[in-house]
């Protein structure tokens, strides 16, 4: 019947009757009958339809079974062999049994079995010799076969084994059980990123981590990788595959993960196609399954945009992408504000567990303290119901001990929450989930505890926990309880916060810095602003104290003056409100050259030395210059940001920062001391080495070696102690200097390079050891651990990697983060920005005005002002409640001298202390990082400058009017100079 079905269906018959299976069928079907017909069974020729099972491939292939290369072609092997092997046993076992030719006299008895047996062991040259062919015709069969059996198991076999040999460990499909939540982490995999993943998403601090971690990637991993992968076998499972590949997510189990996160190459040689590769993979994931939650890293901000661009992107379903570029550059220009800021935020969103030994200083011991704080979300309990956000901060702190940050603010509309850093005047509703630091997941949880019935009279926090009050157990049913930086939430919140803030005393400015980072702000929530008293003491430009019988010209560097009414100025700002805005420039008008700068008196600025090649690369400057030109400082207190470099690539960046004001660039080189002491680096405020160039193939290890000569350059350098006054006279217009209006120095400058403060970006964490050479780091400490990243000088972009860790955990946290380093960055302003144009200005508006009144991180000194008496053996807690119910301001943190010894030899060092205990002693010469308040009364005036206000408040690092001579930081005790005194050591 089946011959007779495939004759009717071949298209041409004459071709099918000379097949080879239509030959098998004419020797095994007419046997058939003959068989019926003699009344009797005759083997005959049916063992030819052995050669059938060479067709089995094909029809697996047809049912869709056998899909890969491989698979198909290991079929088609094992069916040639075990047919041509079965069909020769058959013909032995005919030759056998019919006996010799031509009588069939003398036949040997052998099953067809024995003859199976038999032919293995002749194939395989073993030749046992137990059984062995009777007849002269079966021992010539078997000599024509030894040839082609030989043949066939010398070639056929090998080519079998290898092909099973091929079958990797890794091509499984991945089976979890039940219940239990799955991500699948791709993209640049490698023992090194996937250990400092691992390290920081399984941190012991994140308790009761549910949740597998697969890892899908086109290339086995190494040994060395392959023993981790044993020693996370529990938690962790490893894929071979691509994830262009639809097959090979489907055995990831992508459509039925929580979450894909991609990582990026950071030591990429094209960081651009590092990213378009990224960007491809989320596509595939996406046109996969469209609804899958997807984390990515990007190298570059530009490419950010490409993700808009993606159907079903959407960032309000948790979708959201880590800039490397934007977020490394936002905290060096943090740094810039407030030095070692970049370093507490880095070890804040990081999982580290600290342990102090009585064996370490007393500084490092104190440091690591701080390491261990983590940002966590917990829900506060019913008694923060109804309290201002002051009096929530104050309590959590004094009597849970946790430090309460911010809080998410639920939209009145029903629109996605916002996330409110350190508000005034608002009022926590009931469910309100709030952002703390705090050791531990568990130590948050104190504040989902608390109660004040029961709990008022506690003095240890380690005693809060849960009590059986009828009020909490209502409002505990169903809200859930601890989220550790945490679950992944049901809303995705914009780019921007809310940051209101509380009315400060008339002494404010006079014991902060007004030039201090900043945060986002709400745009589309609008708060009413309390009455705010005049400041007595307003803060001057460091750069220019205008005296106030003078007149004033306009200069590049102070465009306040009777040409240019910055107050009637409408397009002040960009379209969105959040960043000081300027009609775009030619880089020509703002190149300087050596002579033209060493006349420019500049003070108080920030100096960029950035290693680039005509053909490097992009940054992305804008990320490092906006976050200085944030709308939440006042003109007048932006700093100077001067580019040390080179010309033809700024030109390349020059798009991006033509519309951002006061930016000067030098076209020469960071090496040379000339150009440095062109641009007075030892007067600026802060020094950022930069490097655009790509790292080589050869020894990555040297992809730092500018960056670390120019920093050990700059440490090696002194100056001349001058402090070199411009006098203001009436009708001294015509001695104005290239950038500006004359200029009354307030500060002596460093006479050694090693007290510049500068920060150095480092590509490779090793190179961290060359920066400091008094510091007695091992090659192979943890950056975090490290003096030179202790002390806020140093930053890699490979602390960066713990954010994809947190984001998956808590969205809110990413975005809180963005929030205080980009300084305001919105979708609003990533729509703007996609379209290449650069920022757009914008009409001041209320709604655009309001977006200026958001916190912004501050450095306060306590060697004087209202607080200095807490300098002298004050406790950090009263020092935290003076600073919270005088000024609104949020205590996070302490800049603390390394030696606090007054000894001539002592060092100029500073390193962060994040979240001191509240017992902590203060000294007079530390300074303490702030949250503090945007305050609208402190605009731009000619007449200040009198002598009288703003005198004092200069930021770490300067002198001070009035300030004991000699000393480098506001408040610095005897033996911390920068301007005289010992030669420091390098830092």
Not at 217 to 234: C, I, N, S, V, W
Request: proline residues 5%; glycine residues 8%; aromatic residues 10%.
């Amino acid at each position: 019947v089946y011959f007779f079905i495939r004759f009717i269906a071949a298209s041409d018959k004459f071709w099918f009757m000379l097949e080879l299976y239509s030959f098998v069928d004419y020797f095994t079907i007419p046997p058939s009958f003959v068989s019926i017909y003699l009344n009797r069974t005759w083997i005959g020729l049916r063992f030819l339809r052995a050669l059938r099972l060479m067709t089995v491939p094909d029809i697996l292939q047809y049912l869709n079974i056998l899909k890969t290369s491989t698979s198909i072609r290991l079929a088609q092997l094992i069916s040639i062999f075990i047919s041509v092997w079965l069909t020769a046993a058959g013909i032995i076992h005919l030759l056998e049994n019919s006996g010799d030719l031509p009588t069939f006299s003398e036949p040997v008895a052998i099953s067809y079995w024995n003859a199976v047996y038999f032919l293995m062991v002749t194939m395989s040259t073993v030749g046992y010799g137990d059984i062995t062919c009777g007849t002269s015709l079966g021992r010539v069969v078997q000599l024509m076969f030894l040839a082609v059996g030989l043949a066939l198991f010398a070639s056929v076999l090998p080519e079998i084994l290898e092909l099973l040999g091929s079958q990797s460990k890794w091509a499984g499909t991945y089976h979890g059980d039940k219940g239990k939540r799955h991500i699948v982490v791709c993209g640049h995999i490698t023992y090194e990123s996937v250990s400092h993943f691992l390290k920081d998403f399984l941190h012991e601090d994140r308790e009761d981590v549910d949740v597998e971690v697969v890892f899908l990637h086109r290339a086995e991993p190494d040994l060395e990788f392959e023993g981790l992968l044993k020693r996370q076998h529990t938690r962790v499972k490893y894929f071979q595959g691509s994830l262009m590949n639809a097959m090979d997510l489907e055995r990831a189990k992508v459509h039925e993960a929580d979450a894909c996160l991609v990582l990026a190459n950071k030591y990429c040689q094209d960081p651009d196609a590092e990213d378009a590769a990224n960007i491809m993979r989320v596509i595939s994931i996406k046109n996969y399954s469209d609804d899958i939650r997807v984390i990515i890293q990007l190298m570059q901000y530009h490419n950010k945009a490409y993700l808009l661009n993606i159907p079903s992107w959407d960032w309000k379903q948790g979708d959201d992408v880590i800039c490397l570029a934007e977020l490394k550059l936002g905290f060096i220009a943090q740094s810039c504000l407030a030095p070692g800021f970049s370093t507490m935020m880095a070890n804040l969103f990081a999982m580290r567990s600290f342990k102090t030994s009585p064996d370490m200083a007393a500084w490092q011991n104190d440091y690591l303290q701080g390491t261990g704080c983590e940002m966590y979300t917990e829900t506060l309990s019913p008694t923060f119901t109804g309290m201002s956000f002051s009096q929530a901060s104050e309590l959590c702190f004094v009597k849970l001990k946790l430090l309460l940050l911010a809080i998410e603010v639920k939209s009145d509309d029903g629109g996605d929450s916002k996330i409110s850093i350190n508000p005034r005047g608002a009022k926590i509703p009931a469910n309100t989930v709030g952002f703390f630091i705090a050791q531990s997941a568990e130590e948050v949880k104190r504040a989902w505890f608390y109660c004040k019935a029961c709990h008022e009279d506690v003095k240890d926090e380690n005693q809060i926990k849960k009590c059986k009050c009828k009020n909490l157990a209502t409002f505990r049913k169903g809200v859930r309880a601890i989220q550790l930086v945490g679950r992944a939430s049901e809303h995705k919140d914009d780019d921007n916060l809310l940051a209101t803030t509380k009315p400060g005393g008339p002494a404010q400015s006079s014991m902060v810095n007004a030039t201090k980072p900043a945060n986002n702000v709400k745009k589309n929530v609008s708060v009413k602003e309390e009455p705010k008293p005049n400041m007595n003491g307003r803060p001057t430009n460091k750069a220019a104290v205008q005296q106030k019988s003078a007149k004033m010209e306009v200069g590049i560097a102070d465009d306040q003056a009777k040409d240019f009414d910055f107050e009637k100025t409408e397009m002040k700002y960009d379209s969105t409100g959040m960043f000081h805005w300027t009609p775009a420039r030619a880089i020509e008008d703002c190149i300087l050259d050596r002579n033209q700068a060493a006349m420019t008196v500049l003070n108080g600025h920030v100096v960029v030395c950035l290693f680039a090649d005509p053909d490097s690369p992009l940054i992305g400057l804008r990320n490092l210059v906006m976050p200085l030109r944030a709308s939440n400082f006042h003109y007048h207190e932006l700093k100077h940001v001067v580019i040390v470099g080179s010309v033809d690539y700024i030109r390349r960046e020059w798009k991006t920062l033509q519309n951002l004001p006061k930016i000067s660039v030098l076209n020469g080189s960071p090496l040379s001391r000339a150009d440095l002491r062109a641009v007075n680096v030892n007067l600026c405020d802060m020094c950022v080495i930069l490097s655009a160039k790509v790292p080589s193939n050869d020894d990555p290890t040297l992809a730092d070696k500018e960056a670390i000569l120019a920093s050990l350059n700059i440490k090696a350098m002194t100056f001349d102690d001058t402090i070199g006054v411009l006098s203001q006279n009436n009708g001294a217009s015509d001695s104005l200097s290239p950038l500006g209006s004359p200029i009354v120095l307030q500060r002596k400058g460093s006479v050694y390079g090693a007290n510049v403060p500068m920060i150095t970006e480092l590509v490779n964490d090793s190179n961290v050891q060359f920066l400091d050479q008094d510091d007695d780091d091992d090659p192979d400490t943890e950056l975090y651990l490290t003096q030179p990243f202790a002390c806020g000088t140093a930053f890699a972009v490979s602390v960066l990697d713990s954010l994809m860790s947190t984001t998956y955990f808590n969205q809110n946290a990413l975005t809180l983060i963005r929030s205080l380093i980009t300084g305001g960055a919105t979708p609003e302003l990533e729509l703007i920005l996609a379209e290449g144009a650069g920022l757009r200005g914008g009409y001041s508006t209320p709604e655009t005005l309001s977006n200026r009144d958001r916190c912004r991180v501050g450095q306060i000194s306590l060697f004087e002002g209202p607080l200095a008496s807490f300098g002298e053996g004050g406790k950090y807690i009263d020092l935290f409640v003076a600073a919270l119910r005088n000024y609104g301001m949020l205590c996070i943190g302490l800049y603390r001298f390394r030696d606090t010894a007054n000894a001539f030899d002592a060092s100029s060092k500073r390193y962060v202390i994040t979240n001191p205990p509240t017992d902590f002693n203060l000294l007079p010469s530390d300074q303490v990082f702030v949250l503090m308040q945007f305050d609208p009364g402190m605009e731009y005036r000619p007449d200040w400058g009198d002598g009288k206000g703003g005198e004092r408040l200069l930021r770490a690092g300067h002198s001070v009017v009035g300030g004991p001579p000699g000393h480098s930081v506001v408040g610095g005790p005897p033996g911390h100079p920068a301007g005289g005194g010992k030669k420091p050591d390098s830092s």
